[in-house]
């Protein structure tokens, strides 16, 4: 199950800069001009998560493998983007088909590094990209709604409920606000997501700061901050080229390089954590002494497609779910202690996995 993010924003705010750190490559060119990112770049990277390790130390695992996300890099955005100005169209297309977006705001000043309006706002910049996707989505939805008149006309529920959900949409960016911000019922959710509205996917800030605010931020990302709160939104603060540095370095110079710039742990892992509770994701845990493994799920997954995630047929032959929750897994010393004490259970198909769990499902053949 893959989920991918879309780091997005106005040439020369450090995008690229960003995805060479998450991915530790060169893979994408950062340079000082506009579109010097002009194919996506994809990278995924491993969702730091401590507790992985600790279960794999109590259970002798041979192997550790972490749950993964995918991170694309698409080109820079201009106004009137969604008029196709710039690499508008392709821009619009890549954002489509990721899950959510990560809004990179330029929160520093550097007179080397042009900037398209020449002035540093990162509100004024979010508010151009925001503008060009609610254009785009009216633009989508006004002819959404044209094609849906024909079955419409012949009774097709489906179609109903689109249009319902599209001159909603439309009430909203009419008035200036985002796709995200429509209510939509749990029985909704599905024609909801088939609508590809840019403006309903989470979006997640990420404040590119100079190398002396990493630590504590500075005026420009506490103004990002007061935004994001004020839509509901996220925001984190980063320095990329610290980020980019710290790539380059083995784990024990970059923990001292840490330990020098006051900060307590690399942005990039608080970014990649912050992405993954955007998404509404959790983990669950298999360990045995072959490997210890993360697994992601959305929110509210049930076992037998908990799972799913690890093979179709555990799904489909889904019997029951050992579990025990991760707490007690430490606290017991392991499968054994757990079993011991009474902690694991024996969960059945209406079962809802918590993050931590530690699981073990039975099957049929």
């Given at each position: ?54 279960l794999a130390l109590i259970a002798g695992s041979a ?303």
């Amino acid at each position: 199950m893959g989920f991918k993010t879309g780091i997005v924003g106005l040439p020369n705010v450090g995008k690229s800069t960003l995805f060479n750190a998450l991915t530790k490559t060169a893979a994408a060119q950062a340079a000082n001009f506009p579109f010097c990112t002009i194919e996506p770049n994809v990278g995924e990277v491993s969702v730091p998560d401590a507790r992985l390790e600790k279960l794999a130390l109590i259970a002798g695992s041979a192997k550790i493998i972490p749950t993964r996300m995918t991170f694309v890099d698409i080109a820079g955005l201009v106004k009137g983007a969604s008029q196709g100005e710039g690499l508008g169209n392709q821009f619009l297309a890549t954002i489509r088909e990721c899950d959510a977006i990560a809004h990179v705001l330029r929160c520093f000043e550097d007179g080397d590094i042009t900037h398209v309006s020449n002035t540093i706002d990162p509100v004024e910049d979010a508010e151009v990209v925001e503008t060009e996707l609610m254009l785009a989505d009216l633009d989508s939805i006004e002819k959404r709604l044209t094609g849906l008149v024909r079955k419409i006309k012949g009774g097709d529920r489906d179609a109903l409920e689109q249009d319902d959900l599209l001159r909603r949409a439309k009430v909203a960016l009419e008035a200036g606000r985002p796709a995200r911000s429509v209510e939509v019922k749990e029985d909704e959710q599905k024609q909801w997501k088939m609508l590809q509205l840019l403006t309903a996917k989470k979006i997640l800030y990420v404040c590119n700061v100079d190398e002396d605010s990493a630590a504590t931020g500075n005026a420009f990302s506490e103004r990002v901050a007061v935004m994001a709160a004020e839509q509901g939104a996220a925001a984190v603060v980063i320095s990329a080229a610290i980020e980019e540095e710290i790539s380059q370095l083995d784990p024990e110079e970059a923990e001292m390089f840490l330990e020098e710039m006051g900060l307590a742990e690399a942005g990039l892992d608080r970014l990649i954590r912050a992405g993954h509770e955007l998404l509404e994701l959790k983990t669950y845990f298999t360990v045995g002494p072959k490997e210890a493994r993360a697994w992601t799920i959305r929110k509210g997954t049930l076992a037998p497609g908990a799972a799913g995630v690890i093979h179709g047929d555990f799904e489909r032959g889904f019997i029951r779910g050992e579990t025990i929750a991760y707490d007690d897994f430490i606290a017991c010393n392991g499968e054994q202690g757990a079993k011991e004490k009474g902690k694991m259970r024996a969960e059945g198909k209406t079962y809802e996995v918590q993050d931590g769990d530690v699981l073990h499902f039975l099957f049929n053949t």
